[in-house]
């Protein structure tokens, strides 16, 4: 069953604005991983957070994670047209090596 | 220097066919799985093998079997095509990285095959 669900389901914004999408899970987690897919192509990892980490920074990408949300935001600093994608949180429960996906968040930035 | 490829990168059939997908990973990793990802862009995953050996086998028609060679190689056969197959499959891998909470491992993933059943 699906367990992130990304909000909003689509961003439209300017070049240089910051972007942020949220993730919200139902169940205990053990790391949430935030993925970028541009269109027709296949996902590239971002950043992933455990959960004993709060927040966690990659270049432009600002994660953080509350347990006892079970939420995660996503911001994406200075955004660029390239940045234009849909983002996807996925979390891994356990030790399994399985990753269950949200809905994604289109993100648009116009130039 | 391709690190997940797939191929075909499109395939279109029709109803009752039988098709394969094939993957290979050249990153060394001993994780391959398939994901479906359906026409709203949900993303499902579907199989999974770490070193050759079936580990996530997901609710899936059984007319989906998955083949795995080799640890590069995990190839996807479809048997008895419907409409409903219709969709983006994604092959990815991962390294397993043990950490003190468990398994930690990013994807890697091939750039996708978009079936079309007719």
């Known amino acids: 069953s699906q367990q992130g669900e990304e909000d909003p389901q689509a961003l439209s914004i300017q070049e240089g604005e910051n972007a942020t999408m949220n993730c919200s899970y139902k169940t205990s987690i053990n790391n949430l991983q935030w993925y970028r897919q541009n269109s027709g192509r296949g996902l590239v990892h971002l950043i992933l957070?455990?959960?004993?980490?709060r927040e966690k920074h990659s270049g432009r990408l600002r994660v953080t994670l509350d347990t006892s949300k079970k939420s995660s935001s996503l911001l994406i600093t200075a955004s660029r047209a390239a940045d234009t994608a849909s983002y996807f949180c996925a979390t891994v429960r356990g030790s399994n090596y399985k990753l269950t996906f949200g809905k994604g968040t289109l993100l648009t930035v116009n130039p | 220097d391709t690190a997940v490829s797939q191929t075909p990168k499109y395939l279109v059939t029709q109803m009752g066919n039988d098709k394969s997908i094939k993957c290979e990973q050249n990153?060394?990793?001993?994780?391959m799985y398939w994901y479906k990802q359906d026409s709203k862009k949900f993303l499902k995953i579907m199989f999974s093998y770490n070193n050759k050996e079936l580990i996530i086998n997901e609710t899936v028609p059984n007319r989906f079997s998955p083949k795995s060679p080799d640890k590069a190689h995990l190839n996807l056969h479809i048997n008895s095509l419907e409409l409903g197959d219709s969709a983006v499959y994604f092959c990815?891998?991962?390294?397993?990285?043990?950490?003190?909470?468990?398994?930690?491992?990013?994807?890697?993933f091939g750039p996708g095959t978009r079936l079309t059943v007719t």
């Open positions: 957070i455990r959960s004993n980490e």
């Open positions: 990815a891998s991962s390294p397993v990285t043990s950490g003190t909470s468990g398994s930690m491992y990013e994807q890697y």
């Open positions: 990153l060394g990793h001993d994780t």
